[in-house]
């Protein structure tokens, strides 16, 4: 065989491979995307793990395997179920904590409008931890395992601070800072709480406290007063749960259609992951009006986003940007709902944001709606909207500046290396990664520090129709939960996306019973998208979401090497401190 003939079989054999491969990537899409039959006198399964994201990450596999569950298709199921007549009810099963209490709450209010139908909602706890159990308080009943304590504790949050731990390799973190509360780079600069910093801690876990009980003192039609002493008196063994009246029965899942309200008919089995694939045309519950629910999710930092070293969504200002003017620039769209979940970031890619909102609300409605997190930069970014949404458990405020940086001179001394500089200009050693701030240095710092603190009070007065002053209040870097700041003004209503977008829908001259078309941004990848995509190698949010569960000490590293890692040195921070909770 000659060359020339050798070399055409072997790109044949490799087009021919390419179009195979191809074929076979498009025959698993189509096939996965087919919806799946739901029979009458079905019952939904509804798992809600732990550590639920905000929107599915695994955009490339997603349309091949099947989205994992995230906190919109969880509400997205109970809404369908709601008014399809083949499902008769639905079993709960809270399977894990989530990091914070937004999306509990999320999840919980969509229990409740489900549970308006008159079709019976039921709870399963394979292990009845605090926040499961406030979740599974929504329902009609609450089932528990024979063998599972129920571990009603009440909340705790913690915080680390690794000062101590630079000071033992010779680093020194040198830090600025505009407001009394804005403690995110504590867990740099000290070893523990500050007089403010504990402040607001106990102030938000006492607010999270009285909402734990306020919603089970509902749920179960309990004096909250009861509640408390029965949180003091946890965790409780199964029988000792069933004798105070926390739950309805001791049982097995498989025992779960052999009692009330599910022993009077045959049902038939359905798991959320095959019915989060029907579609909400199919249930008759989606109209020809279309909103925009656009995405705005992770850390703020220039450019186009994606995922972090640690596996963490990144929200490119970039990307959200050009997501904001494809919906305002869209006439069908009707109005923007802007679903943040971030603890802030960068100042100044956070500004460019607010910058879209303000153009993007000159044409049509923007409400911005508030997840487990919408303080600093996500604070930021939603004040420059009509109206502002949060759940009660929301954090969210926390309007202030941080920056600085660690200084490792005294790290490279102790391991015997020298760095010596050259440089030309009055403050070209301004951001030096050895030295810390001289005097002047520090003085120039804080006066860009403060600046950005003063624009940021500002548009935030002009945002919430307030004055300087005032916002400055209630500023000053504070974390406050959703509750306190609808009672501050720092945001209009409590609730989650449902409330947001009947709002929207009011604002944009719709009746709040007008079904619409929800259209998600970033827009989903086509299959053609996915095709390209796979073979450009384009950073972006790609990262997998099934088993996005951090152990607590992998969030703590995380939550410290974020500023490091995305952020350039000395930037100024719109960031709110770490919170860990259990």
Do not use: C
């Amino acid at each position: 065989m000659s060359v020339q003939r050798t070399f055409k079989f072997i790109i044949a054999f490799l087009l021919l491979a390419t179009f195979i491969s191809v074929a076979g990537l498009a025959t698993m899409y189509f096939a996965m995307s087919r919806s799946p039959s739901v029979e009458v006198n079905s019952v939904l399964v509804l798992q809600v793990p732990g550590a639920l994201p905000e929107r599915n990450l695994n955009l490339f596999l997603a349309p091949l395997v099947g989205d994992g569950p995230t906190v919109e298709s969880l509400v997205e199921s109970l809404r369908k179920a709601k008014v399809d007549t083949r499902v008769r009810g639905v079993i709960l099963k809270p399977l894990g904590p989530q990091l914070l209490w937004g999306k509990v709450q999320e999840i919980r209010d969509a229990v409740l409008d489900f549970r308006e139908s008159g079709k019976p909602l039921v709870a399963f706890l394979e292990f009845g931890g605090t926040q499961e159990y406030y979740l599974a308080s929504a329902a009609e009943k609450i089932y528990l395992m024979p063998s599972s304590p129920l571990d009603l504790v009440g909340v705790a949050n913690y915080e680390v601070f690794v000062r101590g731990a630079l000071d033992k390799v010779g680093a020194y973190p040198d830090m600025l800072h505009a407001g009394d509360y804005k403690t995110a780079a504590n867990v740099y600069t000290e070893t523990g709480m500050t007089p403010f910093h504990r402040e607001m801690a106990e102030d938000l876990n006492r607010d999270l406290y009285e909402q734990l009980v306020g919603g089970i003192a509902e749920g179960r039609n309990l004096e909250p007063r009861v509640v408390r002493q029965l949180i003091d008196e946890g965790p409780f063994l199964p029988d000792d749960a069933l004798v105070a009246g926390l739950v309805d029965g001791l049982l097995y899942a498989d025992e779960l259609n052999q009692q009330e309200p599910f022993q009077g008919f045959d049902w038939k089995e359905i798991q959320d992951d095959a019915y989060r694939q029907v579609s909400a045309g199919s249930v008759g519950s989606n109209g020809d009006r279309r909103l925009a629910i656009i995405y705005a999710v992770g850390a703020i930092a220039s450019g186009r986003g994606g995922v972090d070293f640690t596996g963490g969504e990144v929200l490119g200002a970039e990307s959200l940007a050009m997501s904001i003017r494809s919906a305002r620039d869209d006439d069908s769209i009707r109005a923007i709902v802007l679903r943040i979940d971030s603890p802030g970031g960068s100042a100044i890619a956070s500004d460019a944001i607010w910058r879209e909102v303000v153009l993007a609300k000159e044409k049509k409605p923007v409400v911005a709606s508030l997840s487990d997190l919408g303080a600093s930069g996500g604070y930021y970014i939603a004040m420059a909207a009509d109206s502002i949404v949060a759940q009660p458990a929301t954090l969210t405020g926390s309007i202030g500046v941080v920056a600085g940086k660690i200084s490792t001179g005294g790290t490279y001394e102790a391991l015997g290396v020298t760095v010596e500089p050259v440089s030309q200009g009055r403050f070209a050693e301004l951001y030096s990664p050895v030295t810390r701030f001289s005097d002047e240095e520090r003085a120039k710092m804080q006066e860009h520090i403060d600046a950005v603190y003063e624009l940021f009070l500002e548009k935030a007065a002009d945002g919430r129709g307030s004055t300087r002053d005032s916002i400055h209040e209630v500023a000053q870097g504070r974390v406050w939960t959703g509750r306190q700041a609808k009672a501050l003004g720092l945001i209009d209503e409590l609730g989650g996306l449902s409330a947001a977008v009947a709002l929207a829908k009011e604002q944009a001259g719709l009746e709040v019973e007008d079904e619409v078309d929800l259209v998600i941004y970033p827009r989903p990848r086509n299959f053609i998208d996915l095709v390209s995509e796979s073979f450009v190698g384009r950073q972006g949010v790609t990262g997998f979401s099934g088993g996005r569960t951090f152990s607590n000490n992998l969030r703590v590293l995380r939550r410290m090497a974020v500023p490091l890692e995305l952020f350039r040195r000395g930037e100024p921070l719109a960031l709110m401190p770490a919170v860990l909770a259990p």
